[in-house]
């Protein structure tokens, strides 16, 4: 978006103030600077007067979740949340972003062999430094932070993996899997879950192994060059594929490729779906209620967390809970609580990691009275979110995929908490 079209689409802020009150960051702050409000006042200032956007790209322009509530309120339909995005790219235009972090995030979104050298190496260098060093701060990269949890880095990553072909091959369309980088390098699980799901739904599953990140965390941090970049050499791959849907697990991945680049255009607009709506809307499918040796003591009490991306971004959500409830032996609890923002937003917990868990902890105290069994999302950042996050909280409930649960692959998980000191870096 370019300096004028901007400068127009601003002026359809009134500063009412309705975004105030379902800003996640203006609750946990309360400064006005924390909404869309304060955020699309400082990019005004910038376009009458010169102003520092380069030197609050952190303090304010980063400190958005990118949730779309405030978008989702206006009365005057302004995409606060957009504006804001265009932002962000006016102040990487003026050095927004560090040489270094940019580099590192370049080369960890292409799959590069640098950012994968220092991913495994993190606890090795990082574990006698202290927490007040600098370099905790100056290195703000998955994983390449002390104190939270992930997943322990896959090796080999999910897309350098043989694939077996399946015994019965699908008669439906050909699909062509989405990986994702954190099923790819975090959680391949949900990678193979998908592809055990489309293809018991019939469909005949391509995982094109030259794809690369959907470009959503480089556009976020303002980096429309390397955003585009990732989409162009997306699109080459997907359309050697030559197939009828593209399809991702993970609701950011899906929400960005239908709206960002080459994939924004109709020929594949019409072609890119989420996982659950591909599943319930284009072909109908729902889980076959398997008949267990045994029934179950009581039903599995799941909770499903919507992603912004998916709900909000798609209008996607009856689908998911629709498969969920024809799983048998499941109880889908929750449903008439709002949607709400879980805080993770990319690069949004990288940028305010303890912003990012003040947000989390309000997300879970409607959810906890409600005993769930298992917590269950579509979008990869929600699932690392929720996986980090219980744990800081002692809160004892499982976290899986959708794709995991519809393809049965719960019981392969194991004990999550077992394994939780091999996934603290």
């Known amino acids: ?11 359809g802020c009134v500063r009412c103030g309705r975004c105030l009150s379902v800003c996640p960051v203006y609750r946990e702050t309360g400064r006005e600077g924390g909404s869309a409000r304060g955020k699309l006042a400082l990019l005004k200032a910038d376009l009458e007067r010169p102003a520092d956007l380069a030197g609050r790209m952190k303090d304010l322009l980063s400190a958005c979740l990118g949730c779309g ?23 990487l235009g003026g050095g927004g972003l560090e040489a270094l972090r940019r580099l590192l995030a370049r080369d960890l979104l292409s799959r590069g062999l640098l950012t994968r050298t220092a991913l495994k190496g993190r606890s090795l260098w990082l574990k006698s430094v202290p927490p007040e060093s600098g ?43 989405f990986v994702g980088c954190v099923s790819n390098f975090l959680r391949p699980a949900d990678a193979a879950a998908a592809v055990r799901v489309l293809e018991a739904a019939g469909a005949r599953v391509q995982v094109p192994a030259g794809q690369v990140c959907c470009g959503k965390p480089a556009l976020a941090s303002g980096d429309e060059e390397t955003a585009a970049d990732l989409a162009r050499r997306n699109q080459a791959v997907f359309e050697a594929a030559k197939c009828d849907f593209l399809v ?21 607009k019409s072609r890119v779906r989420d ?3 591909f599943l319930a809307r284009d072909l109908g499918w729902s889980p076959r209620p398997a008949t267990p040796e045994r029934p179950p003591e009581r039903p599995l009490r799941v909770f499903f967390h ?55 902890a309000h997300r879970v105290e409607t959810v906890v009275p409600l005993q769930p069994d298992l917590i ?9 979110q929720f996986e980090d996050g219980r744990r800081r909280l002692g809160w004892d409930v499982r976290v899986a995929s959708l794709a995991e649960l519809l393809a049965g692959t719960i019981a392969d998980l194991g004990d999550q908490d077992a394994n939780s000191e091999t996934g603290r870096v």
């Open 1 to 11: 978006m370019d300096r004028e079209r901007l400068e127009k689409t601003l002026a």
């Open 275 to 277: 996982l659950s709506e």
């Open 69 to 91: 509530a405030c978008a989702e309120i206006c009365v005057n339909e302004v995409k606060a949340d957009e504006l804001i995005q265009a932002g962000r790219g006016l102040a």
């Open 306 to 360: 919507d992603p912004c991306h998916l709900r909000r971004r798609q209008g996607v959500w009856r689908e998911p809970r629709a498969l969920i409830e024809a799983l048998p032996g499941v109880t889908l609890v929750g449903q008439d609580l709002p949607p709400a923002c879980c805080g993770h937003g990319g690069l949004f917990s990288l940028w305010h990691y303890d912003l990012s868990q003040a947000i989390f």
């Open 376 to 384: 269950v999302t579509s979008c990869s950042g929600c699932l690392l």
């Open 135 to 177: 370099l905790h701060l100056r290195f703000p990269l998955p994983g390449l932070d002390q104190t939270r949890w992930l997943p322990p880095l896959a090796d080999p990553p999910f897309l350098e993996r043989p694939r077996s072909e399946p015994e019965t091959p699908g008669n439906g369309p050909t699909v062509a899997l």
């Open 248 to 268: 991702a697990p993970c609701a950011t991945c899906s929400a960005h490729l239908k709206s960002y680049g080459p994939f924004a255009e109709p020929k594949w």
